[in-house]
């Protein structure tokens, strides 16, 4: 295949089609805004899934070096009761099939995979226009230009490729998180080191909860659910660290107080990650010579999948289009036409999933979906 591949978004998904092109010798350069690999911490542990972000590092070569990287013991599951009440308590016993890393690690490991300069950092894709016969022209921030055949959108949430395809939009789904962090906690905050164990813990109730992670060197990564409207929080001014803890703290009044110090102690300055989805059959009509992948494309309910997708996805379209060396048409379309039914059916899990966490019948309905029990309503 000569055409070079464009690829916008130096995530996990557009990494891993660029490896897996990599090593099917086909030329690709990712353009990614990010000024630096180090700009911004990538958030926490990820567990990757046996039958989506495992076969992806596999196809993209890398299943050894992602076994160097999973934490141990990380596997193990906590639900806890507002009340402070151990619901569920699995160990780790090493029989379960999605080992956690950190997710900063994982992407360090597909950028260390790629040959140096494959990824032209500090580049912001400000918007794309079609050229006709399949070419794409798209424009930086710094009003620079470059014209391609094959344009891959891999930019997340927010794709400023997305419209060259799609009139589609994400929308908030009604709830945000507040992610924090808790450092050294086994020595400075051991009740709430004990709450989360050696793994994930899970506090929930309906429209609320806590989703904390125990990573490396006792840092505790902590997530607090609110299901409220963006107006709500857009009153409460992050900048103020200490205060919008109190506030987020508040609606957690009467919670055990190791789990309320999930928060009322975070170490770290809470950040406020409003979550949108796009609709759940979001496609497309095939357009010559562009395609997206992961959020991008299927931005959906959080639901621990939409990492492992997108790296799914960039193996599975890597993958075709060296299937297909002389038809980027054809690779395109038997990637979406995998793609679409595929994301379609998570994210239609997703919120199934989502209402066992946070639904009315919450933190039992979680309790439930995780010892397989069938409770009669
Ligand atoms: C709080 C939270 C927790 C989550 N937890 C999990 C989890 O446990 N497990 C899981 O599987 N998924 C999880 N997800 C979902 C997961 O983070 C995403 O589905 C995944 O990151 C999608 O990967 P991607 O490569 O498609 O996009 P992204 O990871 O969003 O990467 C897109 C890249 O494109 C770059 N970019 C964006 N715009 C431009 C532009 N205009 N020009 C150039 N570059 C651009 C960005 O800087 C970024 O590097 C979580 C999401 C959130 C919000």
């Not at 495992?54 to 070569?61: D, F, I, K, T, W």
């Not at 798209?138 to 014209?147: E, I, K, L």
């Not at 891959?152 to 009139?167: E, F, I, K, Q």
Request: glycine share 12%; with cysteine.
């Amino acid at each position: 295949m000569t055409t070079h591949v464009t690829i916008i978004g130096a995530g996990l998904g557009g990494l891993t089609l660029a490896r897996v092109l990599h090593l099917h010798g086909i030329p690709a350069t990712v353009y990614e805004a990010e000024v630096s690999p180090t700009a911004r911490t990538q958030g926490g542990m990820l567990d990757i899934h046996e039958g989506s972000g495992q076969p992806a590092l596999r196809a993209a070569g890398l299943i050894d070096e992602f076994r160097g990287l999973v934490l141990e013991g990380r596997q193990a599951i906590r639900v806890l009761d507002p009340d402070g009440t151990v619901l569920v308590d699995h160990a780790d016993d090493g029989t379960r099939g999605n080992p956690e890393v950190l997710r900063g690690e994982l992407r360090q490991m597909l950028l260390d995979s790629l040959p140096a300069g494959t990824v032209r950092w500090g580049h912001k894709v400000s918007g794309t226009r079609a050229l006709g016969a399949g070419r794409h022209e798209v424009t930086f921030a710094d009003g620079s230009t470059v014209s391609t055949g094959l344009l891959v959108g891999a930019d997340g949430a927010w794709s400023r490729v997305r419209p060259l395809l799609s009139r589609a939009a994400p929308e908030y789904i009604g709830m945000s998180y507040v992610e924090t962090c808790l450092f050294d906690a086994d020595t400075r905050h051991p009740a709430s080191a004990k709450a989360v164990g050696s793994g994930s813990l899970f506090a929930v109730a309906p429209g609320k909860g806590f989703l904390a992670h125990r990573e490396r060197a006792g840092t505790l990564h902590v997530y607090v659910m609110l299901a409220r409207p963006r107006d709500w929080f857009a009153a409460i001014d992050f900048a103020d660290s200490a205060a919008a803890t109190v506030r987020i703290a508040q609606e957690f009044d009467g919670w055990a107080p190791e789990l309320t110090a999930l928060i009322a102690d975070g170490d770290a300055a809470p950040v406020l990650r409003s979550l949108y989805a796009l609709p759940i059959e979001h496609r497309w009509e095939r357009q010559p010579g562009v395609t997206l992948l992961g959020d991008a494309a299927h931005l959906s309910l959080p639901n621990g999948e939409g990492a492992n997708l997108a790296m799914y996805d960039g193996a599975e379209l890597g993958r075709a289009l060296a299937a297909h060396p002389e038809d980027v048409e054809a690779a395109l379309t038997e990637y979406e036409q995998a793609m679409f039914p595929r994301s379609a059916a998570a994210a239609a899990e997703g919120i199934q999933v989502h209402e066992m966490f946070y639904g009315a019948g919450a933190p039992h309905s979680l309790v439930d979906m995780l010892t397989g029990h069938e409770r009669t309503p």
